[in-house]
């Protein structure tokens, strides 16, 4: 199994609060990606990162910023949390040794948050 | 744009059929890959299978098989004489080389299979 840990696993805030959720990988893939999860929408992209300072958008980006400053940890943050940011954050990451080959996703177990 | 469809919300089958979960995918892009993964009721997302633009090869591994047809923008998974343990949520999704590594899911098809 890739070595991906996500942290915290389960989370419960309150709408207005800070949250950081961290993804931290011991596999040195250069890629990593924040995706959420909700009923009905299967998971959609929210940033990815490249490399280290590298950072990019996805489809549901409004409201989360990221981070990465080490090549094995990708942080998301929802600076004020709201109600609609209540789902499931997986964090993936893979290592595309060829340009324009898109290479396998590992996905980690998964971060549950509410936000009430 | 890019697009990936599961049309089937819901499966229910019994022990031992065969059953079928439809994927269509939306590409503007002649390079793009393929990919299914299963989430069992434990949470954790599974790779199954990649498959690039050029190869429409169908695959078989196991009980599992895959069938790439570009004339139809499909690539369906079939699982044979199912079982108790294939009950889980299956992902079809969609990378445009150009893109990198990002993938577009599909809503996902819940299969419940029953003793």
């Not at chain 1, 490399?51 to 094995?72: H, M």
Request: aromatic residues 12%; proline residues 3%; charged residues 20%.
């Amino acid at each position: 199994d890739a070595g991906i840990t996500q942290s915290p696993r389960h989370k419960v805030t309150e709408t207005g609060t800070p949250v950081t959720l961290r993804c931290h990988q011991t596999e040195n893939h250069r890629y990593m990606y924040w995706y959420r999860q909700d009923p009905g929408h299967g998971l959609r992209l929210i940033h990815y990162s490249y490399g280290v300072k590298d950072t990019d958008k996805g489809e549901v980006s409004d409201g989360y910023s990221v981070s990465r400053s080490k090549t094995e940890d990708f942080l998301l943050t929802l600076e004020s949390a709201t109600s609609s940011q209540t789902s499931v954050y997986f964090c993936a990451i893979s290592d595309s040794t060829l340009a324009g080959v898109t290479g396998e996703l590992f996905f980690g177990e998964g971060s549950r948050l509410t936000v009430l | 744009a890019q697009k990936v469809t599961q049309a089937q919300t819901e499966i229910s089958v019994v022990e031992k059929e065969d059953v079928t979960l439809d994927c269509v995918y939306e590409t503007r892009d002649t390079t793009y890959y393929l990919f299914w993964y299963k989430q069992p009721p434990s949470g954790e997302l599974v790779f199954l299978i990649r498959r690039n633009s050029f190869d429409e090869q169908n695959e078989i591994s196991g009980r599992y098989s895959w069938n790439f047809q570009k004339s139809t923008s499909s690539f369906n998974f079939t699982i044979t004489a199912s079982q108790v343990v294939d009950s889980a949520v299956y992902f079809c999704a969609l990378s445009e080389a150009r893109q990198g590594g990002k993938l577009i899911f599909g809503q996902g098809t819940e299969l419940s299979v029953k003793p």
